[in-house]
């Protein structure tokens, strides 16, 4: 993170405490000062210009900031940035590589899983979280696991669908080691 | 060679999406992702209380916080004669109040800050001393002879009704009644409901002062509809005013009004000369923008023994909240009301409505919807279920007996719509088929025998979409149409452009596919554009169901005028006179010769290089496309259900869709727009209301207290299709996106009510809550309306 110049505010300096946090997002450390209240989704999506996770409810009803922290879903806005220092951080934008595109990706685009787009994100993070504990759910299983991710478009049928698509894909490809990060 | 239609992804073809290439990858461009430089950032203070005068605004403490850079209120919103805007129904609407608050929610001030956590400090110490007023929260109230005047800004305003409004024919219609055997009443509301994508509104409005050009990135699903307004409302060049619709995250109707945070955000962009950007919360969205439905009924069928309906009679009480700002073709007051029964042959009917102001939050927006046909289809199935009841008919049968005939298009119904095509019998025949009617009734009766309660419910219905005609369509002046524009490169490939806007209706996969067909150029080499004013042609947006019937059937129309031109340039090529020339898809070829010919993609080159005498060069059109009738699309849905006794809860056991939306350009996205409207026909069957407290506190204002359906309880679909193709389409397609969520709720609440019979239960009001449904299965009563709930 090199700059050919910075900006030095002309304002005095303000009495807002600032914390320093360091995380991995989606493999790369990064280190930031942040204000103690700021949410997880906010660094992710304006500090760190990640703006797959979107942030929908603000109530973590919605799920469409779901990211996984250390493995783990959860919904980024309702974290605390300062909550996730020292973590290793998964957004949409890491699921594959730039050319690539993972099973659940794929299974999405190929059942039709999404519409509008907007939850999309949340429900693929949610669904990888649900298919590395468990590579071969039942539709009960999967439909459980989404249900903290609202879609308005689908009515998730097609979403179940792309699931169990790359979870089936995932095991015939010996990807039942679908490893966190 | 002929190219086979479905590989090169045209009509018929399940295309899987492009746009989904972008969305899985996290890589969508909604309008918060939109960063520009120098960006600041608005929130908006809203009213906690329903109904007050203001008696002072204190926004010292706003302006002491650093990073604050403009505090706006109604005051200098008034300065700029700002303070109110037209609405697209002929009202007015507060921007910021400045005498009083009038719905709980409503925007009192915006404070604009470097950052959007600065915004909202400063919204926080803004002081705002309110005086108190009697709420009025349901229509019963605001006609009382007490009823303070929400509306005493409007001069010659006295009470708090907008409208009166009828429809049909009177006299006819009582003599009908007064000629009947016997006559099936009943009463029912359909409640309020949030049209909630999961994406909120937002904008970001860019004034530039050295070109004095108007850039507003923005949440709108008819962007051009916007710019008017915004050229009206802030008096603004029109051409010196872009609107860019980015990716849309869901709309449903929820994103077609203009609402005070755009207004704000470009004042504060123009007195700044910077971006500002707006981005609505959750509460913000579910508290004061476009909220759909809440309609109260009392409906009559006329009805002779044998079970002919003789007439219809609807009475419909509209609560439209504080402003009355309907997004809904002009010249009809309580919408498309009046479609109801449009499948039936029905001699006569009469319906007058009434719209009052309330104090809650305006809309009555066609959530997923055309201007309340979705409030007019379950009214009409609810009353058809109750009329079989009373007549002790078989629900299917009586359907059946009073459709309108296969062969008795075109059909003017008798609120005065021209129906055009339909296999009504089909379609139920299909549905009960699928669901085993015969059987189920069998189960049923056996299952009523060790105290089970189970039931099914039947939803049939026809209704309009793809306003308009212009003749009878228009929002404020402006006709309904649409339109497309086709540039071919010299490549043969293609960018095309429409008036509409999708929000997850798919349409850069499914245009494509139209050209595809229309031009025999493979659907992934047509790019497709939409959403920007300054380089889409003018539109009316997608919204209704429309973009298909209208903007769809531009884009065949100016593939044809490509093709028209593209012939000119094969005779060229094939040194042939026109009339010797024959198209198939994708090429042109000699009449008796067939192996001479030209592709398409080589008379886009002729068109750039190789073009005859006194031809204009290029391969590029426009069409605006204005439909002669609105396109009618037939359902049927039919579910079954399983009541618990001891507590009310019911369980969906089978949804049954038999959908009838004509041609289908791609049968995946169909399916996918049907499955979607059924989970919401679920959700406000079961779920989905805002209510109010005595005190106009919105109940409903998060996705805590509003419910939405999830994965776990939303049921499975089961699909299926008749084709009638639409006669005057130029690809005989019809709407199909909101069908499902219009036809759809009556299906799940006649279930439930079907497995109450004998309970002295003729209606409970959506939504069937289980302690709804157990307190008429104990007090063998009807449980009607949404009560205010009480405070304390």
Same mark, same amino acid.
């Not at chain 2, 400063?122 to 229509?139: H, K, R, T």
């Given at each position: 993170?090199?700059?050919?110049?910075?900006?030095?505010?002309?304002?005095?300096?303000?009495?807002?405490?600032?914390?320093?946090?360091?995380?991995?997002?989606?493999?790369?450390?990064?280190?930031?000062?942040?204000?103690?209240?700021?949410?997880?989704?906010?660094?992710?999506?304006?500090?760190?210009?990640?703006? *797959?996770?979107?942030?929908?409810?603000?109530?973590?009803?919605?799920?469409?900031?779901?990211?996984?922290?250390?493995?783990?879903?959860?919904?980024?806005?309702?974290?605390?940035?300062?909550?996730?220092?020292?973590?290793?951080?998964?957004?949409?934008?890491?699921?594959? *590589?730039?050319?690539?595109?993972?099973?659940?990706?794929?299974?999405?685009?190929?059942?039709?899983?999404?519409?509008?787009?907007?939850?999309?994100? *949340?429900?693929?993070?949610?669904?990888?979280?649900?298919?590395?504990?468990?590579?071969?759910?039942?539709?009960?299983?999967?439909?459980?696991?989404?249900? *903290?991710?609202?879609?308005?478009?689908?009515?998730?049928?097609?979403?179940?669908?792309?699931?169990?698509?790359?979870?089936?894909?995932?095991?015939?490809?010996?990807?039942?080691?679908?490893?966190?990060? | 060679?002929?190219?086979?239609?479905?590989?090169?992804?045209?009509?018929?073809?399940?295309?899987?999406?492009?746009?989904?290439?972008?969305?899985? +990858?996290?890589?969508?461009?909604?309008?918060?992702?939109?960063?520009?430089?120098?960006?600041?950032?608005?929130?908006?203070?809203?009213?906690?209380?329903?109904?007050?005068?203001?008696?002072?605004?204190?926004?010292?403490?706003?302006?002491?916080?650093?990073?604050?850079?403009?505090?706006?209120?109604?005051?200098?919103?008034?300065?700029?004669?700002?303070?109110?805007?037209?609405?697209?129904?002929?009202?007015?609407?507060?921007?910021?109040?400045?005498?009083?608050?009038?719905?709980?929610?409503?925007?009192?001030?915006?404070?604009?800050?470097?950052?959007?956590?600065?915004?909202?400090?400063?919204?926080?110490?803004?002081?705002?001393?309110?005086?108190?007023?009697?709420?009025?929260?349901?229509?019963?109230?605001?006609?009382?002879?007490?009823?303070?005047?929400?509306?005493?800004?409007?001069?010659?305003?006295?009470?708090?009704?907008?409208?009166?409004?009828?429809?049909?024919?009177?006299?006819?219609?009582?003599?009908?009644?007064?000629?009947?055997?016997?006559?099936?009443?009943?009463?029912?509301?359909?409640?309020?409901?949030?049209?909630?994508?999961?994406?909120?509104?937002?904008?970001?409005?860019?004034?530039?002062?050295?070109?004095? #050009?108007?850039?507003?990135?923005?949440?709108?699903?008819?962007?051009?509809?916007?710019?008017?307004?915004?050229?009206?409302?802030?008096?603004?060049?029109?051409?010196?005013?872009?609107?860019?619709?980015?990716?849309?995250?869901?709309?449903?109707?929820?994103?077609?009004?203009?609402?005070?945070?755009?207004?704000?955000?470009?004042?504060?962009?123009?007195?700044?000369?910077?971006?500002?950007?707006?981005?609505?919360? #959750?509460?913000?969205?579910?508290?004061?923008?476009?909220?759909? +439905?809440?309609?109260?009924?009392?409906?009559?069928?006329?009805?002779?023994?044998?079970?002919?309906?003789?007439?219809?009679? &609807?009475?419909?009480?509209?609560?439209?909240?504080?402003?009355?700002?309907?997004?809904?073709?002009?010249?009809?007051?309580?919408?498309?009301?009046?479609?109801?029964?449009?499948?039936?042959?029905?001699?006569?009917?009469?319906?007058?409505?009434?719209?009052?102001?309330?104090?809650?939050?305006?809309?009555?927006?066609?959530? +997923?919807?055309?201007?309340?046909?979705?409030?007019?289809?379950?009214?009409?199935?609810?009353?058809?279920?109750?009329?079989?009841?009373?007549?002790? &008919?078989?629900?299917?049968?009586?359907?059946?007996?009073?459709?309108?005939?296969?062969?008795?298009?075109?059909?003017?119904?008798?609120?005065?719509?021209?129906?055009?095509?339909?296999?009504?019998?089909?379609?139920?025949?299909?549905?009960?088929?699928?669901?085993?009617?015969?059987?189920?009734?069998?189960?049923?009766?056996?299952?009523?025998?060790?105290?089970?309660?189970?039931?099914?419910?039947?939803?049939?219905?026809?209704?309009?979409?793809?306003?308009?005609?212009?003749?009878?369509?228009?929002?404020?002046?402006?006709?309904?149409?649409?339109?497309?524009?086709?540039?071919?490169?010299?490549?043969?490939?293609?960018?095309?452009?429409?008036?509409? #806007?999708?929000?997850?209706?798919?349409?850069?996969?499914?245009?494509?596919?139209?050209?595809?067909?229309?031009?025999?150029?493979?659907?992934?080499?047509?790019?497709?554009?939409?959403?920007?004013?300054?380089?889409?042609?003018?539109?009316?947006?997608?919204?209704?169901?429309?973009?298909?019937?209208?903007?769809?059937?531009?884009?065949?129309?100016?593939?044809?005028?490509?093709?028209?031109?593209?012939?000119?340039?094969?005779?060229?090529?094939?040194?042939?006179?026109?009339?010797?020339?024959?198209?198939?898809?994708?090429?042109?070829?000699?009449?008796?010769?067939?192996?001479?010919?030209?592709?398409?993609?080589?008379?886009? &080159?002729?068109?750039?290089?190789? !073009?005859?005498?006194?031809?204009?060069?290029?391969?590029?059109?426009?069409?605006?496309?204005?439909?002669?009738?609105?396109?009618?699309?037939?359902?049927?849905?039919?579910?079954?259900?399983?009541?618990?006794?001891?507590?009310?809860?019911?369980?969906?056991?089978?949804?049954?869709?038999?959908?009838?939306?004509?041609?289908?350009?791609?049968?995946?996205?169909?399916?996918?727009?049907?499955?979607?409207?059924?989970?919401?026909?679920?959700?406000?069957?079961? !779920?989905?209301?805002?209510?109010?407290?005595?005190?106009?506190?919105?109940?409903?204002?998060?996705?805590?207290?509003?419910?939405?359906?999830?994965?776990?309880?939303?049921?499975?679909? =089961?699909?299926?299709?008749?084709?009638?193709?639409?006669?005057?389409?130029?690809?005989?397609?019809?709407?199909?996106? =909101?069908?499902?969520?219009?036809?759809?709720?009556?299906?799940?609440?006649?279930?439930? &009510?079907?497995?109450?019979?004998?309970?002295?239960?003729?209606?409970?009001?959506?939504?069937?809550?289980?302690?709804?449904?157990?307190?008429?299965?104990?007090?063998?009563?009807?449980?009607?309306?949404?009560?205010?709930?009480?405070?304390?």
């Amino acid at each position: 993170m090199s700059s050919l110049f910075t900006e030095v505010s002309a304002e005095p300096p303000s009495d807002v405490p600032v914390r320093r946090v360091t995380v991995t997002v989606n493999g790369d450390e990064r280190t930031v000062e942040v204000e103690p209240r700021l949410l997880l989704a906010h660094l992710i999506r304006s500090g760190f210009k990640l703006t *797959g996770t979107h942030t929908g409810c603000d109530t973590s009803n919605c799920g469409a900031c779901t990211v996984l922290l250390d493995g783990e879903p959860v919904k980024s806005c309702t974290v605390l940035a300062v909550q996730a220092d020292g973590s290793e951080i998964m957004t949409v934008e890491g699921l594959a *590589g730039p050319s690539e595109l993972h099973p659940l990706q794929e299974g999405f685009k190929d059942e039709h899983g999404l519409q509008c787009g907007f939850c999309t994100p *949340g429900m693929l993070m949610a669904s990888k979280a649900l298919l590395q504990r468990n590579p071969d759910p039942t539709e009960d299983e999967v439909r459980w696991a989404l249900s *903290g991710n609202l879609c308005r478009c689908t009515g998730y049928q097609n979403i179940v669908n792309a699931v169990l698509w790359a979870g089936e894909k995932l095991r015939a490809d010996g990807g039942t080691q679908e490893e966190a990060t | 060679m002929t190219l086979d239609e479905i590989k090169i992804g045209g009509l018929g073809a399940s295309r899987r999406r492009v746009e989904d290439d972008r969305f899985i +990858r996290g890589k969508g461009n909604y309008v918060d992702d939109i960063v520009l430089p120098d960006m600041l950032h608005m929130e908006i203070l809203r009213s906690p209380v329903a109904h007050a005068r203001i008696k002072s605004i204190d926004v010292s403490k706003a302006w002491e916080i650093p990073g604050v850079r403009l505090v706006l209120t109604g005051e200098m919103m008034a300065a700029r004669n700002l303070a109110w805007m037209p609405t697209l129904s002929y009202d007015t609407q507060a921007v910021l109040a400045t005498d009083k608050v009038r719905f709980q929610g409503q925007e009192v001030a915006c404070v604009i800050a470097d950052d959007p956590y600065i915004a909202k400090d400063g919204c926080a110490a803004i002081v705002v001393e309110y005086e108190l007023l009697p709420a009025i929260v349901n229509p019963e109230q605001a006609l009382g002879s007490d009823a303070p005047t929400i509306r005493d800004d409007k001069q010659n305003q006295l009470d708090n009704v907008i409208f009166d409004w009828e429809v049909g024919d009177k006299s006819g219609t009582d003599a009908a009644f007064d000629q009947a055997d016997l006559v099936s009443k009943i009463e029912m509301h359909y409640p309020r409901s949030h049209p909630s994508p999961i994406e909120t509104c937002g904008s970001i409005a860019d004034f530039d002062r050295a070109t004095s #050009k108007l850039t507003v990135y923005m949440t709108s699903q008819a962007p051009h509809i916007i710019r008017a307004a915004v050229a009206m409302v802030a008096e603004l060049p029109e051409h010196m005013i872009r609107i860019v619709s980015p990716d849309i995250g869901g709309g449903f109707g929820n994103k077609v009004p203009v609402y005070p945070g755009y207004v704000a955000s470009i004042l504060a962009s123009i007195l700044l000369e910077r971006p500002v950007k707006w981005i609505e919360d #959750k509460s913000g969205n579910l508290i004061s923008t476009g909220f759909g +439905r809440d309609v109260y009924l009392k409906g009559e069928l006329a009805l002779r023994n044998d079970g002919k309906i003789l007439g219809v009679r &609807m009475n419909t009480t509209s609560d439209h909240g504080a402003f009355f700002s309907d997004a809904q073709p002009s010249k009809f007051k309580i919408g498309l009301m009046h479609s109801a029964f449009a499948c039936y042959d029905i001699p006569t009917a009469h319906l007058t409505a009434r719209g009052v102001y309330t104090n809650k939050a305006p809309g009555g927006v066609a959530y +997923r919807c055309s201007f309340r046909v979705t409030e007019a289809m379950y009214f009409q199935e609810r009353m058809v279920q109750a009329a079989a009841d009373d007549l002790g &008919m078989d629900q299917a049968a009586f359907r059946r007996m009073n459709f309108v005939r296969d062969d008795d298009f075109p059909h003017r119904t008798a609120f005065g719509f021209l129906t055009d095509s339909g296999q009504y019998a089909k379609c139920l025949d299909v549905g009960l088929e699928a669901i085993g009617y015969e059987d189920f009734l069998v189960e049923q009766a056996e299952a009523k025998k060790q105290g089970r309660l189970l039931g099914i419910g039947i939803s049939t219905m026809t209704e309009p979409l793809g306003a308009g005609n212009s003749k009878e369509y228009d929002i404020l002046g402006i006709k309904m149409f649409d339109s497309a524009q086709l540039r071919v490169h010299m490549s043969g490939k293609a960018i095309l452009r429409t008036g509409a #806007k999708s929000q997850g209706q798919g349409h850069e996969t499914t245009w494509a596919q139209i050209v595809a067909h229309e031009l025999g150029i493979p659907a992934e080499d047509v790019v497709v554009e939409e959403g920007d004013t300054d380089t889409a042609p003018f539109g009316m947006g997608t919204y209704a169901s429309r973009s298909t019937p209208v903007a769809g059937a531009a884009v065949a129309m100016v593939s044809r005028k490509i093709r028209a031109k593209a012939r000119k340039l094969a005779a060229h090529l094939l040194e042939a006179s026109e009339e010797d020339i024959e198209w198939e898809l994708g090429r042109f070829y000699l009449r008796g010769d067939h192996d001479r010919g030209v592709t398409i993609q080589e008379c886009a &080159m002729a068109a750039y290089s190789n !073009m005859p005498d006194g031809m204009e060069p290029g391969l590029e059109n426009t069409s605006y496309y204005d439909p002669p009738n609105l396109t009618w699309p037939f359902a049927c849905y039919i579910t079954t259900v399983e009541i618990d006794p001891s507590t009310g809860v019911w369980d969906v056991l089978r949804v049954v869709a038999v959908d009838d939306c004509g041609v289908r350009i791609n049968p995946m996205i169909v399916e996918g727009q049907i499955m979607g409207g059924l989970t919401e026909a679920y959700a406000m069957a079961n !779920m989905q209301f805002i209510t109010f407290d005595e005190e106009g506190n919105c109940i409903g204002g998060n996705y805590m207290d509003y419910l939405l359906p999830t994965a776990w309880e939303t049921p499975g679909f =089961e699909l299926h299709e008749v084709v009638t193709p639409c006669p005057h389409h130029p690809i005989g397609a019809k709407g199909i996106g =909101e069908c499902a969520t219009v036809g759809g709720p009556a299906a799940f609440v006649n279930a439930v &009510m079907d497995a109450l019979k004998g309970h002295d239960v003729r209606n409970i009001d959506m939504p069937l809550l289980a302690d709804r449904v157990h307190e008429a299965i104990v007090d063998r009563t009807d449980v009607s309306g949404i009560p205010p709930i009480k405070v304390g």
